[in-house]
Structures are given as C-alpha cells and as structure tokens.
C-alpha cells in the first residue's frame, strides 16, 4: 500500500474520534493534511479548534473548521498530529515541518493525544537529526554552546520568532537526550516526544491497518485495543502488545 494511502486510512480513522463539542488540538505535517478534510466531512457541531502552525489553521479555515487562539481555551479534549519516528516504547521524534515547539505545547494540554502514520515511521530506535527551536535571543551563544553536534536548517523563522535548527549526535538514550537539552536556557523546544507527553492518554493509529491505543488507567493497569480500518471498528488486543503495529 502506497504511503499516502496509509497516512489517508490513519487520518481518517483519527478522525472518527472527534465528537461534537469537543476543543482539539490539530497537528501539521502530510498527514495531517488528510485529516483535515476527514473532519470537515464530518460535519461536527460545536467543535473548537486550535492550530499548530499557519499551514494548519490555513487550511482547516478554508475548509470550514474553526480555529481560535490558544490562549481562549485551558485544554484540549484530544490532539492529533503526525510523527517523523515511533519507536515500540512510545518514543516520537516530531518537528520536520518546523511545528515541534507549538505541537509540544498542544500535545501537553490534551487528554488524548493521536498520533497518526504511516508504515515508515517506526523504528526500532530513534536517529538524527533531532528538531530544535532555538531562542532568537542570543542565538549565537547558544549555536556556540551547543557545538558542532547542533546546526542551523536553512528553514523560515517559526511563527514565535524561533531559529530553526536540527541535533545531528548520538541519541542513544532519548529521555537522557531529552532532559540535556532542556537543561540549556537557549533552547525553546526539542522533537523529542516521550510516552506520556499529555496529559491523559497517548493513541498511536496506523501504520496500515491496526492502531493501538493504551488507556493507562492507573499507575499499574493498562486497557489496550486496536482500531482495525478493515472492519473499522475497535478491537480487543489479544497479543499483550504495545505502541504501534
């Protein structure tokens, strides 16, 4: 199955999830760019939604969905975006369309985040180059501190006034990676995604004809279920499994 094809099956599945009422938080990226249209077919009434970059909310507007500023709304009902890699335990790198500051922010204020792709996106284990957003302030310190492992994408400032720039070392442990970048004051954000990054749950849909979604119910219990486009219906998961098959 063609890799469009796959993101277009995700992006519709994903948007069977969005109800009337609800506040969502909409990605960027290709696949994104089927889910819109997914939705707006839907015809949902009374949906609020906010935008992680200008594409996004450009083309939700033209499409009919509304889109508001984040800061009219506390939290979202469900977010759903793309990914650039997915590993087994729920790691994601995000941020090739230079969005990772905005999607991070968005992911971290919804109950439910969907993430949604195709068959080329898990990996056994995470690899560069990791997304950066970097404060323009002081911009060449920061280049400066961070060394020869850090360099500037040749890419449009980001709609908060962020250089965009990519970590080309080693990952190896990327929650490791995660907490030394945070560490350095010059860096706005980071692409990479952990297990848990809203504030609820994490569904992962595709790649090409199953989804997992994990309920983590309580610190020790866990529901989980695939979607099947098939049959288009959820599943009980018989193999004990998690993240994305």
Same mark, same amino acid.
């Given at each position: 199955?063609?890799?469009?094809?796959?993101?277009?099956?995700?992006?519709?599945?994903?948007?069977?999830?969005?109800?009337?009422?609800?506040?969502?938080? =909409?990605?960027?990226?290709?696949?994104?760019?089927?889910?819109?249209?997914?939705?707006?077919?839907?015809?949902?009434?009374?949906?609020?939604?906010?935008?992680?970059?200008?594409?996004?909310?450009?083309?939700?507007?033209?499409?009919?969905?509304?889109?508001?500023?984040?800061?009219?709304?506390?939290?979202?009902?469900?977010?759903?975006?793309?990914?650039?890699?997915?590993?087994?335990?729920?790691?994601?790198?995000?941020?090739?369309?230079?969005?990772?500051?905005?999607?991070?922010?968005?992911?971290?204020?919804?109950?439910?985040?969907?993430?949604?792709?195709?068959?080329?996106?898990?990996?056994?284990?995470?690899?560069?180059?990791?997304?950066?957003?970097?404060?323009?302030?002081?911009?060449?310190?920061?280049?400066?501190?961070?060394?020869?492992?850090?360099?500037?994408?040749?890419?449009?400032?980001?709609?908060?006034?962020?250089?965009?720039?990519?970590? =080309?070392?080693?990952?190896?442990?990327?929650?490791?990676?995660?907490?030394?970048?945070?560490?350095?004051?010059?860096?706005?954000?980071?692409?990479?995604?952990?297990?848990?990054?809203?504030?609820?749950?994490? =569904?992962?849909?595709?790649?090409?004809?199953?989804?997992?979604?994990?309920?983590?119910?309580?610190?020790?219990?866990?529901?989980?279920?695939?979607?099947?486009?098939?049959?288009?219906?959820?599943?009980?998961?018989?193999?004990?499994?998690?993240?994305?098959?």
């Amino acid at each position: 199955m063609p890799a469009d094809e796959e993101k277009r099956l995700a992006a519709e599945a994903a948007a069977e999830l969005v109800e009337d009422g609800m506040a969502v938080g =909409l990605g960027t990226g290709s696949t994104v760019g089927h889910l819109l249209p997914a939705i707006a077919r839907r015809s949902l009434s009374g949906i609020r939604c906010v935008a992680t970059s200008v594409a996004t909310e450009e083309q939700a507007h033209g499409l009919g969905i509304p889109v508001e500023e984040f800061g009219t709304l506390e939290r979202l009902d469900i977010a759903i975006d793309g990914a650039d890699q997915v590993t087994p335990d729920g790691w994601l790198v995000k941020g090739g369309g230079a969005a990772h500051l905005r999607e991070k922010i968005v992911a971290a204020a919804a109950e439910r985040f969907v993430v949604i792709a195709d068959s080329s996106k898990p990996v056994e284990s995470l690899s560069p180059p990791v997304p950066l957003e970097l404060f323009a302030f002081g911009l060449r310190s920061t280049l400066a501190r961070l060394g020869a492992e850090v360099e500037l994408r040749d890419a449009p400032r980001s709609p908060d006034g962020g250089a965009i720039a990519d970590y =080309l070392g080693d990952i190896g442990d990327p929650a490791a990676l995660a907490a030394r970048l945070e560490s350095d004051p010059g860096i706005a954000a980071h692409g990479l995604f952990p297990p848990r990054c809203g504030l609820g749950n994490r =569904l992962d849909i595709g790649p090409v004809l199953r989804a997992i979604e994990e309920r983590l119910e309580d610190d020790e219990g866990r529901a989980i279920e695939y979607w099947d486009l098939a049959s288009g219906q959820w599943n009980p998961n018989d193999t004990g499994g998690h993240g994305v098959v």
